[in-house]
């Protein structure tokens, strides 16, 4: 895992979080727009969920010891079984404070149109930043800043909500915005459940997707003097793949030429497939 590139990504969104919670803030003050000023809260929160995504990589990183032969790569699918929480109820606090003003009908103030465009900036840097969290995430095969990216778009979609409101309360259709907020419940719910799931499957052994299976099948068929896949088992541990393999050759070569293929194997593997972290090779004669 890239730990300097996690860093610099996490440390750029914490900046721009502050930044933008603090125009939020003000706006939202001068404007007079509870919706935004909440907005402002949440994203205020998104720097608590980075700081978390910065300590998970930085420890899951550590190089192996005695006491962790196997590494510290799970610490990271902890934190993101974390952060999913957090997100969670987030979304579900976003949906309660929303049917509380459904059911009550309470009124709400008509802010000024200055926070209309508060609210659209927030939601392109919001997006800007889920996109730029989420291709880090994908390129370093980091779940926790994974989850973390889908925290900036919890936020961008949470302004969408606002700046419905808003434009709702401005036209007259006060509604719009907890009913805008209700929908935006669901989805960041649905994600938050997604990224809860990917987590305990890298905590449990989960073998890996079809699709890395058969890159694994490749690797090993290249490759002169295997004759056959007996057995091939993969798992997950954190963001890496461990590959349990037993192939078959010719039971005529020496111990020697027998070694030398399944070395073979093994480099090949783990040279075109980073994310695997160790491949044991088990030999039968044919």
Excluded at 65 to 71: F, K, L
Excluded at 118 to 132: F, G, L, N, T
Aim: hydrophobic share 50%; with cysteine; net charge negative.
């Amino acid at each position: 895992m890239d730990k300097k590139l996690a860093n610099r990504v996490s440390v750029i969104t914490i900046i721009v979080n502050l930044l933008l919670s603090l125009l939020k803030f003000i706006v939202g003050f001068i404007g007079k727009s509870q919706a935004l000023i909440s907005d402002a809260v949440h994203s205020a929160s998104d720097v608590v969920s980075t700081i978390a995504v910065m300590f998970g990589v930085n420890m899951s990183a550590k190089q192996s010891d005695t006491d962790h032969p196997y590494g510290h790569e799970r610490i990271e699918s902890i934190f993101s079984i974390i952060l999913a929480m957090m997100l969670f109820v987030t979304g579900i606090g976003i949906g309660i404070s929303a049917v509380k003003i459904i059911i009550s009908g309470a009124d709400i103030e008509i802010p000024s149109k200055i926070t209309l465009a508060a609210a659209a900036v927030s939601i392109a840097v919001k997006e800007w930043m889920y996109h730029y969290t989420k291709h880090t995430a994908k390129k370093i095969n980091s779940s926790a800043m994974l989850a973390d990216a889908w925290h900036h778009r919890s936020d961008a979609l949470s302004s969408i909500g606002s700046l419905i409101g808003i434009g709702g309360a401005i036209l007259g259709f006060k509604i719009f915005e907890p009913i805008a907020s209700v929908v935006i419940c669901i989805f960041i719910a649905k994600a938050a459940i997604d990224i809860f799931m990917d987590a305990v499957n890298r905590l449990v052994d989960h073998s890996c997707s079809d699709e890395e299976i058969e890159e694994i099948r490749k690797c090993i068929e290249q490759i002169d003097g295997v004759k056959r896949i007996d057995k091939l088992m993969t798992r997950r541990f954190g963001a890496k793949i461990y590959v349990d393999l037993e192939i078959a050759e010719d039971p005529n070569i020496t111990l020697l030429e027998a070694h030398k293929v399944a070395e073979t194997v093994h480099d090949n593997i783990e040279n075109k497939l980073p994310q695997v972290k160790h491949c044991m090779i088990h030999v039968n004669p044919l």
